[in-house]
């Protein structure tokens, strides 16, 4: 995506913390100039009069059989990496948050986002998802056997109902409806229900076949 926010493929980006340092600056231009792009930290959105919330999708490593020499040596490199400032930097280098409380602190991150020389863009976004994440309800999705099968629903579903609705909306635009009212057709209650019980029948299907499968 960011080659294609570069180029000026697309006229509006959502990306995520982890992203930040990879989001280009500039566009360039068909005849070659370039252009600022503008770069702003929403929070994520909440529904009224409940609690702050955000979603832990983390990144693991591991360590598979192999010589006990090798073991050991991706052992003490785990240790190494999980010490309080080593942790510290490479957070702060890949825009993951840190793992460690006593990393977890806003004057050892604003301190190490400065000895890192880190661009203000993505110093705001990662002071700011420091002060979210203290201030919010943390939720880590619970494991489950068909999570894999899970996930590729959910994300196929998100990917092909913007492209349908792009599509649907273009067309009523065509047609000569007006854009409030085209508009009006995608951004109401009902078209959000008819998608939610779509997307829980796809899941409760999936589930079904999947546990089915799993007698055998």
């Known amino acids: 995506m960011t080659d294609d926010i570069r180029m000026g493929t697309v006229l509006v980006g959502l990306c ?23 770069v ?20 693991g490593a591991f360590v598979i059989r192999d010589t006990e ?9 785990l240790k190494w990496l999980a010490d309080e400032e080593n942790n510290l930097d490479y957070s702060i280098q890949t825009s993951y948050l840190p793992i460690r ?28 998802l420091v002060d979210k994440f203290q ?15 899970v996930h590729s629903v959910l994300d196929k579903n998100f990917t092909m109902n913007l492209v349908q609705n792009r599509a649907a909306f273009l067309e009523l635009l065509d ?18 229900n008819r998608w939610y019980e779509l997307i829980q029948e796809e899941l409760e299907n999936v589930l079904c076949t999947e546990n089915t499968l799993g007698e055998y």
């Open 40 to 59: 702003a930290t929403e929070d994520v959105p909440v529904f009224n009069n409940r609690k702050h919330m955000l979603l832990l999708y983390d990144a």
């Open 69 to 77: 020499k090798s073991v050991v040596g991706a052992v003490e490199f």
């Open 101 to 128: 409380k006593d990393a977890f602190n806003i004057r050892s991150i604003e301190n190490a986002l400065d000895e890192n020389r880190v661009d203000s863009t993505t110093a705001k976004i990662f002071i700011s």
């Open 175 to 192: 047609s000569g409806v007006a854009y409030e009212e085209a508009l009006a057709e995608f951004v109401s209650e009902e078209h959000f």
């Open 135 to 149: 201030n919010s309800v943390l939720y880590n999705p619970v494991p489950t056997p068909h999570y894999e099968s």
């Open 16 to 38: 995520s913390s982890e992203r930040a340092p990879y989001f280009p600056d500039v566009v360039m231009n068909d005849d070659g100039t370039l252009s600022d792009i503008t």
